[in-house]
């Protein structure tokens, strides 16, 4: 399982949704969605700055993030990114990796 910031922004029609259902539904639904899609919701937050949800979860990989992110975006209601989340231990990995690299004017 790989991990995912999901961070979203309500657009108007989403926003009065969000009014109709209220945020615990709205939790409810998204953490139904990740679960149908093999996944695991670890946790749902609203927020108050540059975006309005910040979900995290596990997924199987990332076409499913991908495949999510696209389904959620046509809907109308979110305008949805996906982040790719690694841990400590990942970076360690990447951090390792020796890769051929020239900066431009070098």
């Known amino acids: 399982m790989a991990r995912f910031l999901f961070t ?9 949704g969000l009014m109709k ?3 615990s539904r709205r939790a409810e639904v998204i953490q139904a969605l990740v679960e149908n899609a093999g996944g695991r919701m670890e946790s749902l937050y609203f927020g108050l ?13 990332q076409q499913t ?7 959620i975006r046509a809907a109308r ?4 990114r996906i982040n790719p989340l690694l841990t400590p231990e990942d970076m360690d990995e ?12 070098g």
Do not use: F, K, N
């Open 8 to 16: 979203a922004t309500y657009t108007a029609e989403g926003i009065s």
């Open 49 to 61: 700055g540059p975006h309005d949800v910040y979900v995290i979860c596990d997924l199987p990989d």
């Open 94 to 105: 990447a951090l390792q990796m020796r890769v051929a690299y020239r900066p431009p004017g």
């Open 21 to 23: 259902e209220g945020g």
């Open 77 to 80: 209601g979110l305008d949805t």
């Open 65 to 71: 993030a991908v495949a999510l992110a696209a389904t």
